[in-house]
């Protein structure tokens, strides 16, 4: 029997994207609704996510009828109509439920950022590259993750964003940023501890040529 | 009488006076009769109160009084004299307003005009309509008169009763008793009353107004008095308490605009204030600059008094130093160590618990170097860097804040050794404010970013923000609370950062920065002006944005819808400070 309670020592990751593509309707519904719209979360390399990832909980805005949505089996995604923009929740559940649920949140987006064309509907595009963490995992979810079958590398062709270069970028920036802050601090404090050094060398020569030219009259030390 | 006014003109004493004859009729202006009876008057009383010798003449005094007011039982014996009492009878008398012919009896004068009872002209009355069969029936057929179950019976009973009771209706109303007749009430026979009377009026050429009853309207208005009337306790109270209510909270609106008014005007004083505390201090970073010499004859001046070793604002540099020395980064929140599974999102965005003082700061900073675009890319890596980033921003802050205290204390310390005739070696430029407000350029040399202490406003030390522990070491006094700034007191540059738009494309990435010296020639007024919130920079900004272009400043670089456009700044020959080598 596969103990839960042993856990695998590290860290261990799979690449996710999700986010939202909208199109506005030729016609707008009697309910009003503008844009149709479905929200995903897709791997980002060709790999199954439904090894690991028993279901997926999408929660809508209230104002739809069942608004919690699951999806149990890949793709993961809910295609819906609507009129406004709001955030959708998701929590993903993994196949060992001793693993903590793991919940990202996506402003869905109907307007903006990113448009292209699909022939003659504008399609509007926001994603967001996300890494999904496992630390420590038991080593049933150990040997999901591990599973290479049916695994094969990112397809760029798949995607509309630069995905591979975005990463590299950020990544060095943040990296960047990080190392910066660090230096900062430690080169300033050394500042700090110099010119106390220096002020204190100071005040000790004009105490001393105080105290030399000091009237009989001796003045009090401080 | 001539008596009288010759006293007057002559100013003669009246003691002198004999006093006059016989009461005399009464004359319009009395000055100095004796009344019969001995009675004094006002002269009298005057002369008796002035002593004698001081040689005023009563009468001066007397005329600048007033008369007192006149005893009314004498005045009404006056204006009627003696004449003997009229005499009156007691009689009968009839009202030609009655219709039944009463008689009653009253008092009635002798000799007076007799005639009708003088009230009798006042029974005005109101006409009522009067018609024949005939022009009822015309009425019938032209107006709404015959689209009512009134018969002309009741109609003309309607009438009679209104010109008997006067058009009283409320008694008309109680009276109203037509035989087999519906149950009516006193704004249905008011309206049926109009109906007619206007009807008539109209088809006898009446051009006056009309009687503008409207039925729902009574009907309408009598209900809510006798709801008005006729409130219970309980109702009276409800509407107490719900005016209370209703003026609490036009008192709080009110009190909360006058609160938000006074903050306004608070924080534009603050702002005033803060401008002439940064000229001080920009004059402290020009005196340590400037090599301007110190008056000779005050050197004693500046040593003797022991005060002007420590300096001004009672905090010395040891607290300073060590103000910055206690400086901690926030430690890393445990979404990591714990055995779990999340989204590197989940990491990066971490919250910083009790450090809520420091979040808009964070924030800010954040923002400033990594503004949101889309596609976000959040590696597990990115989410480490991220949180490391941003545990040290109020660090930052707490340095720069102490480090330029201590910058501006040194100065002040130099000036005083200057003074006392010894020499000082100056700081390594690597230690100086304008070092440090430079750009980083990373190590493989490829990318800069602008420095972190250039970018967030400082944090300075307080007096009591350090305590010592057991073991001597300094640490922080937690009683006593930090306020770190909420927001950078500057734009984003629009060249370091490419707009969101352009991020996502799959397009080459966008131009290194161009190398300008762009903001190190103003250096050294950084220290003052970015402590103090930004008030006045937006406006300085344009000013230098003019002046650039004259000196014939590099174009303007790319310039992203976000940021406002401001060209590169070149060097400005009249800086105090040596442009960026």
Same mark, same amino acid.
């Given at each position: 029997?596969?103990?839960?309670?042993?856990? =695998?020592?590290?860290?261990?990751?799979?690449?996710?994207?999700?986010?939202?593509?909208?199109?506005?309707?030729?016609?707008?519904?009697?309910?009003?609704?503008?844009?149709?719209?479905? =929200?995903?979360?897709?791997?980002?390399?060709?790999?199954?996510?439904?090894?690991?990832?028993?279901?997926?909980?999408?929660?809508?805005?209230?104002?739809?009828?069942?608004?919690?949505?699951? =999806?149990?089996?890949?793709?993961?995604?809910?295609?819906?109509?609507?009129?406004?923009?709001?955030? =959708?929740?998701?929590?993903?559940?993994?196949?060992?439920?001793?693993?903590?649920?793991?919940?990202?949140?996506?402003?869905?987006?109907?307007?903006?950022?990113?448009?292209?064309?699909?022939?003659?509907?504008?399609?509007?595009?926001?994603?967001?590259?996300?890494?999904?963490?496992?630390?420590?995992?038991?080593?049933?979810?150990?040997?999901?993750?591990?599973?290479?079958?049916?695994?094969?590398?990112?397809?760029?062709?798949?995607?509309?964003?630069?995905?591979?270069?975005?990463?590299?970028?950020?990544?060095?920036?943040?990296?960047?940023?990080?190392?910066?802050?660090?230096?900062?601090?430690?080169?300033?404090?050394?500042?700090?501890?110099?010119?106390?050094?220096?002020?204190?060398?100071?005040?000790?020569?004009?105490?001393?040529?105080?105290?030399?030219?000091?009237?009989?009259?001796?003045?009090?030390?401080? | 009488?001539?008596?009288?006014?010759?006293?007057?003109?002559?100013?003669?004493?009246?003691?002198?006076?004999?006093?006059?004859?016989?009461?005399?009729?009464?004359?319009?202006?009395?000055?100095?009769?004796?009344?019969?009876?001995?009675?004094?008057?006002?002269?009298?009383?005057?002369?008796?109160?002035?002593?004698?010798?001081?040689?005023?003449?009563?009468?001066?005094?007397?005329?600048?009084?007033?008369?007192?007011?006149?005893?009314?039982?004498?005045?009404?014996?006056?204006?009627?004299?003696?004449?003997?009492?009229?005499?009156?009878?007691?009689?009968?008398?009839?009202?030609?307003?009655?219709?039944?012919?009463?008689?009653?009896?009253?008092?009635?004068?002798?000799?007076?005009?007799?005639?009708?009872?003088?009230?009798?002209?006042?029974?005005?009355?109101?006409?009522?309509?009067?018609?024949?069969?005939?022009?009822?029936?015309?009425?019938?057929?032209?107006?709404?008169?015959?689209?009512?179950?009134?018969?002309?019976?009741?109609?003309?009973?309607?009438?009679?009763?209104?010109?008997?009771?006067?058009?009283?209706?409320?008694?008309?109303?109680?009276?109203?008793?037509?035989?087999?007749?519906?149950?009516?009430?006193?704004?249905?026979?008011?309206?049926?009353?109009?109906?007619?009377?206007?009807?008539?009026?109209?088809?006898?050429?009446?051009?006056?107004?009309?009687?503008?009853?409207?039925?729902?309207?009574?009907?309408?208005?009598?209900?809510?008095?006798?709801?008005?009337?006729?409130?219970?306790?309980?109702?009276?109270?409800?509407?107490?308490?719900?005016?209370?209510?209703?003026?609490?909270?036009?008192?709080?609106?009110?009190?909360?605009?006058?609160?938000?008014?006074?903050?306004?005007?608070?924080?534009?004083?603050?702002?005033?204030?803060?401008?002439?505390?940064?000229?001080?201090?920009?004059?402290?970073?020009?005196?340590?600059?400037?090599?301007?010499?110190?008056?000779?004859?005050?050197?004693?001046?500046?040593?003797?008094?022991?005060?002007?070793?420590?300096?001004?604002?009672?905090?010395?540099?040891?607290?300073?130093?060590?103000?910055?020395?206690?400086?901690?980064?926030?430690?890393?929140?445990?979404?990591?160590?714990?055995?779990?599974?999340?989204?590197?999102?989940?990491?990066?965005?971490?919250?910083?618990?009790?450090?809520?003082?420091?979040?808009?700061?964070?924030?800010?900073?954040?923002?400033?170097?990594?503004?949101?675009?889309?596609?976000?890319?959040?590696?597990?890596?990115?989410?480490?860097?991220?949180?490391?980033?941003?545990?040290?921003?109020?660090?930052?802050?707490?340095?720069?804040?102490?480090?330029?205290?201590?910058?501006?204390?040194?100065?002040?310390?130099?000036?005083?050794?200057?003074?006392?005739?010894?020499?000082?070696?100056?700081?390594?430029?690597?230690?100086?404010?304008?070092?440090?407000?430079?750009?980083?350029?990373?190590?493989?040399?490829?990318?800069?970013?602008?420095?972190?202490?250039?970018?967030?406003?400082?944090?300075?030390?307080?007096?009591?923000?350090?305590?010592?522990?057991?073991?001597?070491?300094?640490?922080?006094?937690?009683?006593?609370?930090?306020?770190?700034?909420?927001?950078?007191?500057?734009?984003?540059?629009?060249?370091?950062?490419?707009?969101?738009?352009?991020?996502?494309?799959?397009?080459?990435?966008?131009?290194?920065?161009?190398?300008?010296?762009?903001?190190?020639?103003?250096?050294?007024?950084?220290?003052?002006?970015?402590?103090?919130?930004?008030?006045?920079?937006?406006?300085?900004?344009?000013?230098?944005?003019?002046?650039?272009?004259?000196?014939?400043?590099?174009?303007?670089?790319?310039?992203?819808?976000?940021?406002?456009?401001?060209?590169?700044?070149?060097?400005?020959?009249?800086?105090?400070?040596?442009?960026?080598?």
């Amino acid at each position: 029997m596969s103990s839960t309670k042993d856990r =695998v020592e590290g860290v261990f990751r799979k690449s996710v994207v999700y986010g939202n593509r909208a199109s506005p309707l030729q016609e707008k519904l009697p309910n009003d609704h503008t844009h149709r719209w479905t =929200v995903y979360l897709r791997p980002f390399n060709e790999e199954p996510l439904s090894n690991f990832i028993k279901k997926v909980q999408f929660k809508l805005h209230p104002d739809y009828e069942n608004s919690t949505r699951n =999806v149990e089996e890949e793709p993961f995604e809910v295609t819906e109509t609507g009129w406004g923009e709001f955030t =959708v929740t998701m929590k993903i559940y993994f196949h060992d439920s001793a693993e903590r649920q793991a919940s990202c949140s996506h402003y869905l987006a109907l307007r903006a950022p990113e448009i292209f064309k699909e022939g003659d509907v504008p399609v509007i595009m926001k994603e967001n590259y996300d890494e999904l963490v496992f630390v420590n995992p038991t080593r049933r979810m150990h040997e999901l993750l591990m599973n290479t079958r049916h695994v094969m590398p990112h397809n760029a062709e798949r995607w509309y964003f630069d995905y591979p270069r975005l990463i590299i970028e950020n990544q060095r920036r943040m990296a960047d940023l990080a190392e910066q802050s660090d230096k900062e601090v430690s080169e300033l404090t050394e500042s700090i501890k110099l010119i106390a050094s220096k002020c204190a060398a100071i005040r000790e020569k004009l105490k001393e040529a105080d105290n030399s030219k000091a009237a009989p009259k001796a003045l009090k030390s401080d | 009488m001539f008596r009288n006014d010759v006293i007057d003109i002559l100013g003669i004493d009246s003691s002198e006076q004999t006093p006059p004859e016989a009461p005399r009729r009464p004359t319009k202006v009395k000055k100095a009769p004796k009344r019969p009876g001995g009675r004094k008057n006002t002269v009298d009383y005057v002369r008796q109160l002035l002593p004698d010798d001081m040689g005023i003449n009563p009468l001066d005094i007397v005329s600048q009084i007033g008369e007192p007011p006149a005893n009314h039982l004498e005045l009404s014996f006056k204006k009627f004299g003696k004449k003997p009492v009229r005499k009156w009878t007691w009689g009968q008398f009839t009202n030609s307003a009655r219709t039944d012919g009463l008689v009653l009896n009253h008092w009635k004068r002798i000799g007076a005009k007799a005639g009708d009872y003088p009230f009798a002209q006042l029974n005005k009355r109101e006409p009522t309509p009067s018609y024949t069969d005939a022009v009822y029936k015309v009425l019938m057929d032209v107006s709404e008169v015959g689209e009512s179950d009134w018969s002309k019976e009741e109609t003309d009973y309607l009438v009679k009763l209104a010109d008997e009771y006067h058009l009283t209706w409320p008694v008309i109303a109680d009276r109203y008793d037509f035989p087999n007749g519906p149950k009516r009430s006193l704004d249905d026979l008011r309206a049926r009353f109009h109906l007619v009377d206007d009807a008539v009026k109209f088809l006898h050429g009446y051009k006056g107004p009309s009687s503008d009853f409207n039925y729902e309207e009574e009907v309408k208005r009598k209900r809510q008095l006798k709801n008005y009337i006729f409130r219970t306790q309980e109702q009276l109270e409800e509407e107490k308490t719900i005016v209370e209510e209703l003026d609490r909270i036009r008192k709080r609106d009110r009190e909360f605009l006058i609160g938000k008014r006074r903050a306004n005007i608070e924080r534009i004083a603050k702002v005033v204030a803060s401008q002439r505390v940064r000229k001080r201090v920009i004059l402290a970073a020009k005196k340590a600059s400037s090599s301007s010499k110190l008056n000779v004859a005050s050197p004693r001046r500046l040593l003797s008094p022991r005060l002007d070793l420590a300096p001004p604002g009672g905090l010395d540099f040891e607290t300073m130093a060590n103000f910055g020395l206690t400086s901690k980064p926030i430690k890393k929140l445990a979404v990591s160590t714990k055995d779990a599974a999340y989204f590197a999102s989940e990491a990066a965005d971490v919250s910083f618990g009790q450090h809520v003082s420091k979040q808009p700061l964070i924030r800010a900073v954040y923002d400033y170097y990594y503004p949101l675009t889309f596609p976000q890319t959040i590696s597990n890596e990115f989410a480490d860097n991220s949180t490391e980033f941003r545990s040290k921003i109020h660090c930052i802050s707490e340095l720069k804040g102490a480090f330029m205290s201590l910058t501006s204390e040194l100065a002040r310390l130099e000036e005083l050794e200057k003074a006392a005739g010894f020499t000082s070696e100056p700081l390594p430029p690597e230690h100086t404010v304008q070092h440090y407000m430079k750009d980083r350029v990373t190590e493989d040399g490829k990318r800069t970013y602008e420095s972190m202490f250039h970018i967030v406003p400082p944090t300075f030390p307080m007096a009591d923000c350090i305590k010592f522990n057991n073991n001597g070491l300094p640490v922080r006094n937690a009683s006593s609370s930090i306020n770190y700034p909420k927001e950078l007191s500057r734009t984003r540059r629009s060249s370091t950062v490419p707009s969101a738009f352009e991020q996502q494309r799959l397009s080459p990435p966008p131009p290194s920065p161009p190398k300008t010296v762009v903001h190190s020639a103003k250096a050294p007024k950084r220290p003052g002006r970015e402590s103090l919130g930004s008030t006045s920079s937006p406006a300085k900004k344009s000013k230098n944005v003019v002046r650039a272009s004259d000196i014939g400043a590099p174009p303007m670089t790319v310039v992203s819808p976000k940021s406002e456009g401001r060209p590169a700044r070149a060097f400005r020959p009249k800086q105090l400070f040596s442009p960026k080598k």
